[in-house]
T-cell receptor, first 113, second 113 residues
Framework: GAGVSQSPRYKVAKRGQDVALRCDPISGHVSLFWYQQALGQGPEFLTYFQNEAQLDKSGLPSDRFFAERPEGSVSTLKIQRTQQEDSAVYLC???????????FGPGTRLLVL | QQQVKQSPQSLIVQKGGISIINCAYENTAFDYFPWYQQFPGKGPALLIAIRPDVSEKKEGRFTISFNKSAKQFSLHIMDSQPGDSATYFCAADSGAGSYQLTFGKGTKLSVIP
């Protein structure tokens, strides 16, 4: 595709539900990042993949957050037992290599009630 | 600890005027400083970026000024247009590890006709 795509664009979950957010990076991009953007704030780093390897997960806020990229392309961010504080926009970005420009998707807006 | 401080939080500029947004950083390991533009409902898009070996970079109406000794950098938008109305984020990365971006909190720019 022409850019990074994410689905769903909007997700409403009841507190305690599990959710899965999908990211389709730009074809051929080896690096993939997940960021969390709270309302009125800048994006904050969650985790980073180089191909299928998750090399940095230092930004994941708790063990309820889990990300995978099993074949080195599509990635899924899973949040278990969602809490109200998880409400945010989850952004995915990809780049062609280490230190290259990160291109962002439109994000998934998650609302936990 | 906020590693990249951005100001002002919001900015209103007349059409044709100059918009100036400032950022300061603390981590001397940062060596790449991009600016992203974000429209409502969209992901951030790279606008312009600079590395610390130069003090200024200009692309069209957009200029980054960089002061390494003061650990500050700024975005200048010349001849501001209503279409420039968006939220602008400065960011930095350390050029090592996962190359994650550390973002400022953003500046909401409104350009009025």
């Amino acid at each position: 595709g022409a850019g990074v795509s994410q689905s769903p664009r909007y997700k409403v979950a009841k507190r305690g539900q599990d959710v899965a957010l999908r990211c389709d990076p730009i074809s051929g991009h080896v690096s993939l990042f997940w960021y969390q953007q709270a309302l009125g704030q800048g994006p904050e780093f969650l985790t980073y993949f180089q191909n299928e390897a998750q090399l940095d997960k230092s930004g994941l806020p708790s063990d309820r957050f889990f990300a995978e990229r099993p074949e080195g392309s599509v990635s899924t961010l899973k949040i278990q037992r969602t809490q109200q504080e998880d409400s945010a926009v989850y952004l995915c970005a990809s780049s062609s290599g280490i230190g290259e420009t990160q291109y962002f998707g439109p994000g998934t807006r998650l609302l936990v009630l | 600890q906020q590693q990249v401080k951005q100001s002002p939080q919001s900015l209103i500029v007349q059409k044709g005027g100059i918009s100036i947004i400032n950022c300061a950083y603390e981590n001397t390991a940062f060596d790449y400083f991009p600016w992203y533009q974000q429209f409502p409902g969209k992901g951030p898009a790279l606008l312009i970026a600079i590395r610390p070996d130069v003090s200024e970079k200009k692309e069209g109406r957009f200029t980054i000024s960089f002061n390494k000794s003061a650990k500050q950098f700024s975005l200048h938008i010349m001849d501001s247009q209503p279409g420039d109305s968006a939220t602008y984020f400065c960011a930095a990365d350390s050029g090592a590890g996962s190359y994650q971006l550390t973002f400022g909190k953003g500046t909401k720019l409104s350009v009025i006709p």
